[in-house]
């Protein structure tokens, strides 16, 4: 089973990575950009097969490594 | 005063923090390698700066959860002196050992330039041989030192005098110009709320001797000596 977890920035934490992106848009003239925010895309591939068992997993290892929650949210998605 | 210094893949002051140690102790630190799983018996340990694993997924996080790291973990716990100098500030402090994260530069930019720092207490086992409200001249070099904590978090660190050092100007104030990296309340460094740790960005282990341009860092060595030995 594949693990697709996305963390994210929480909404109040500054982001200039995502400020400068969200500037260079609009110097290739993308207009209308209001803000852009920057995150992390990981792939974990699982031995467990069990969704459920799986979930509490890959949760443990957001809490634990993947994000640091005083400033990221992160969302986990399971695949066959 | 016993001390040790945890290396790790990619740290690069642990020499200076060594020198530094040799200065004030008048012998010699004991290395410790970040696969080691048990530290020597000391009673300070040093997180130098650097780049621990490359900085890879966060800076510091990836040190953090070393074997090494769980043993000053737990000797920290316990009430052992531990300091972690710029990259090691932010390996203690994804170890849960101080609250907050430092996050990239607010300018973007790698910063390495001397600083000054505003002494916030005298009262801790780091600080005890400067004055409070003193004003010194320290280096930084980094690129994450933006200190970051909700403001609960921040006016917790404040009002229990966890507040070590911050960035100020000339005269000791505070504002967005003499602030290098964007930090919260101008924040440099910190300790946990039993003051046996201290984290912070600045590099006192370069400014011990006047061919740095500085001497300030001098008296924060002899502070831990003073109250270790």
Redesign the interface.
Known sequence: MKARVHITLKSGVLDPQGRAIAHALGTLGFGGVNDVRQGKYIEIDLNERDKAKAKQQVDQMCAKLLANTVIENYAIDLVD | MKAAIVVFPGSNRERDAEAALTQAMGRKPIMVWHRDTELPDVNLVLVPGGFSYGDY??CG?IAA?SPILREVKARADKGMAVIGVCNGFQIIT?AGLL???L??????KFVCKNVRLKVETSQSLFTSQYEQGQVLSVPVAHHDG?Y???PKTLDELEANGQVAFRYCGPEGEFDDEHNPN?SARSIAGIFNRTKNVLGMMPHPENAVDPMQGSTDGKALFKSMVEALS
Not at chain 2, 103 to 108: C, G, I
């Open positions: 997924l966060r996080a959860h994804e609250p907050g994260i996050l990239r530069n607010a300018s973007l933006n970051f904590a909700d964007g």
